[in-house]
């Protein structure tokens, strides 16, 4: 049976890891490669890094990056931040990526998708959005890293984006992003339902209650994390444990 | 011990490459004739999509340098499901190594799964020295939207929507649909078990 996956992201930034992490045993915590082998030993069923630099060096720094997971790790992954372009892609994913994810630039651009589906097929694409529920009671679609505000519907632009070509959706909900106070179930539960793509819920993840609620009321086929596997307040096996004792799908 | 990886037209070569080289083993991703002719284990990879795959290996006459190779070939994903019969992706014929037939995902009512499966599945029904050391049931890395069915050639059985094969084999050809190189330890063993034929 296709199991509900567990995915630890990290956030890099001129080719390290930031945030911080809980793991004093590591040789090199602030390497991504490192880490990620480590959650890759633990169980974790995909990683997402997500490269957070702002300078022209950025392609670089990445694409080197994502040959050097290639090389180590033997775990799907996926690699975003600031992708633009048919040839960004098609460097990350001669570099060994699996997926992509695209945010600000499809949005600005949705051709872009449809480009890079029928490129490199909708199986590695996956269209990241930011989310945020406004007075009105909807959620927004928000660019640049949460601080644009746009007035497009997040459903609408999640069920664009699949007609488009993007093979997967990767929401995170600004509203419950570092709250730790559970995962956005209601909005998670609207994409899950609507789309004929896996969602990957994000922002939130507090207990491992949580991933038991996104996974069971949530219908969500993915949950990430940074923070609660960083600092090992959650730890990738006893997680899955508790999720196969609560009669969830996990890979085990 | 030489290994080849046919070089063409679709995705994940270099996974495969790297796959090799975390189990030891060093391997060479080619389309010289020659080179694939006279090595000992071939690698035939694969995300993509069928048919232009097939027309590209036909315009290097790919094609027919794989269907006469004697040597152990281990088909992975797109490459096991060119190396099938036919394929509904654009109405393909495909290399005829296998007679299954390939079809693509249509959900169910009853079942009202996502396409493409996108995630790790088990494996079942294990009949082969391709999964020396897999327990049965194991966990492997699927991404696809078409499938071979069941048949006389199929050596795993995985689920999504209906039962289908999650690996093949006939004479020195084998086939997996899911991606060893991506599936943690157990796609680790299974590649080194291909290695050591």
Redesign the interface.
Known sequence: ???K?IIPCLDIKNGRTVKGTNFIDLRDAGDPVELGARY?AEGA?ELVFLDITATQEKRKTLSELALRI???I???FTVGGGISSVEDVRVL????A?KISVNTAAFKNPGLILELSGV?????IVLAIDAKREADGKYYVYLNGGRVATETNCLDWAKQGVELGA??ILLTSMDHDGTRNGFAVELTGLLAESL???VIASGGGGTMAHFSEIFKAGKA??ALAASVFHFKEIHIPVLKEYLNDEGISI?I | MKIVIIKYNA??I??VL??L??IGAEALVTDDPDLICNADKIIFPG???ANSAMNYLKERGLDILIQNLKQPVLGVCLGMQLLCAHSEENDTECLGIFSETVKKFI?AEDKP??????????IYNLNSNLFTGVAESS?C?????YYAGLGETTIARA??IQPYSAALHKGNFYGVQF?P?????M??RILKNFIQF
């Open positions: 049976m296709l199991t996956r890759a069923d290639a090389h180590h033997n775990i799907p994913l001669d570099n060994g699996d490199f097929g909708s199986q590695c093979g997967e004929p793509v896996p086929d993915a890979r | 995705g994940n270099r996974s790297f796959a080289e975390r995300v993509g999509e959900p799964l996502k396409v493409p499966q996108i995630g790790w599945n088990n966990f890395y699927f991404v696809h939207s689920d999504y991606h190189e991506k599936s943690a330890g796609g680790e």
